[in-house]
């Protein structure tokens, strides 16, 4: 069974750092290091957001509010993606989702809650 596992978030404070986990079980590392690699997040009573894109060959995207903030990147041997989080804002309060492009899988999230 194919399942994207998040951790790594918790309860922070505003100005500290994170860095959030994905790994990818039972899909091969073959199709893994092929596949674009996301980070959304969802925030109470908004929709799921881009936060950041990794390619297969490492080219990124970022959304305006994850510039200069957080950092994408990849371990295809490890079947593993991270997303870096610094400088925490309380607006960065959300459950954060991992996503395989190709077969629009998505993990189960994790929750991140920054506080002022």
């Known amino acids: 069974q194919v399942r994207l596992v998040e951790s790594g978030g918790g309860l922070m404070q505003a100005g500290e750092s994170l860095t959030l986990s994905c790994v990818g079980t039972?899909?091969?590392?073959?199709?893994?290091?092929?596949?674009?690699m996301g980070w959304y997040r969802q925030a109470p009573g908004k929709q799921r957001e881009l936060v950041a894109t990794?390619?297969?060959?490492?080219?990124?995207n970022y959304a305006d509010s994850a510039k200069g903030r957080f950092t994408i990147s990849r371990d295809n041997a490890k079947n593993t993606v991270y997303l870096q989080m610094n400088n925490l804002k309380p607006e960065d309060t959300a459950i954060y989702y991992c996503?395989?492009?190709?077969?629009?899988?998505w993990g189960q999230g994790t929750q991140v809650t920054v506080s002022p």
């Open positions: 996503h395989l492009a190709t077969f629009d899988w």
């Open positions: 039972g899909v091969s590392n073959a199709i893994f290091r092929i596949n674009t």
């Open positions: 990794i390619t297969s060959d490492g080219n990124t």
